[in-house]
C-alpha cells in the first residue's frame, strides 16, 4: 500500500542549500512508498522541496506553520515523474551589470541585453540570476519591467536563494522563483549551452 505506515520524518531545519533538497532525495530514494513529513525553517525552503518532490512524482501538501516552522507531506503516486527540462540555452547572469567598467554603462548594459533577449528568434528557456544578478529581480531594480515582460513571453526565471540571503533581500523578489542550488544544477547541466553574463 502507498504512503503506509506513520511518516517518515524529514527535519531539514538549519541546513544551507542545498541540503535540505539533497536530504529529501536522500530519504524518497531509502523510504520508496512512504510518506515524508518535512520541517523547515523556511518558506522557501519549503517550495524547493516541493517543486523537487513533485518532479519525483510525489504529491505535496502543506501543513499547518508555526513561527519560524514550515511542514510539508510528501506522499508517492500523486504526482507524474518528470526529467528536468531540457532548453537550448540558459542564460546564467552573476552580476546586475553586463561587462566589467563603469557600473553606470554596465547597468545600462544590462538592461539592453535583457530588452534584445526578448527580441531575438532562438530564445533561451530559463534565466537563472546568481551573486550579484539577484539583485535585478528584487524591488527596485530597473529591469524589474522587462524581467516580468520575459516572464509573460514564457521564459523561466530562478533565483538563487543562498544569494538573496547573502545580500539581506530574502523576501524581495518581485519575480521569477526562488531556487536552490541543487535545482540550478540540474537547469543547467540539462541545458545543451550556458550563456554566461
Given amino acids: 500500500m502507498t504512503g503506509h505506515g506513520a511518516p517518515v520524518l524529514v527535519d531539514v531545519r538549519g541546513l544551507n542549500c542545498p541540503e535540505p533538497v539533497i536530504r529529501v532525495r536522500s530519504a524518497i530514494e531509502s523510504n520508496p512508498g512512504r510518506t515524508l513529513r ?7 525552503v519549503c517550495d524547493n522541496i516541493a517543486r523537487f518532490a513533485r518532479k519525483c512524482g510525489y ?3 502543506m501543513l499547518d506553520d508555526v513561527p519560524d516552522t514550515y511542514s510539508i507531506e510528501l ?3 500523486g504526482g507524474s515523474i518528470q526529467k528536468p527540462a531540457v532548453s537550448d ?14 557600473e553606470e554603462l554596465g547597468k ?3 538592461e539592453l541585453f535583457l530588452r534584445s533577449l526578448a527580441e531575438v528568434p532562438a530564445k533561451p528557456a530559463t534565466i537563472v540570476l546568481v551573486h550579484g544578478g539577484v539583485k535585478l529581480a ?10 516580468n ?4 513571453l514564457g521564459f523561466t526565471i530562478r533565483v538563487c536563494g543562498t544569494c538573496l540571503d547573502y545580500y539581506g533581500l530574502k523576501g524581495e523578489t518581485r519575480v521569477g522563483q ?5 535545482e540550478l544544477v540540474e537547469i543547467m547541466t540539462a541545458a545543451t549551452d550556458v550563456l554566461r553574463i
Avoid at 540555452?89 to 563603469?102: D, N, Y
Fill in 38 to 44: 518535512v520541517v523547515a525553517d523556511s518558506a522557501d
Fill in 178 to 182: 526562488v531556487s536552490n542550488m541543487y
Fill in 149 to 152: 515582460r520575459l516572464e509573460r
Fill in 138 to 147: 528584487v524591488a527596485g531594480s530597473a529591469v524589474l519591467d522587462t524581467l
Fill in 59 to 61: 504529491s505535496v501538501l
Fill in 89 to 102: 540555452r540558459v542564460v546564467m547572469i552573476a552580476s546586475e551589470q553586463f561587462g566589467t567598467g563603469s
Fill in 75 to 77: 506522499s508517492p503516486g
Fill in 108 to 110: 545600462l548594459l544590462m
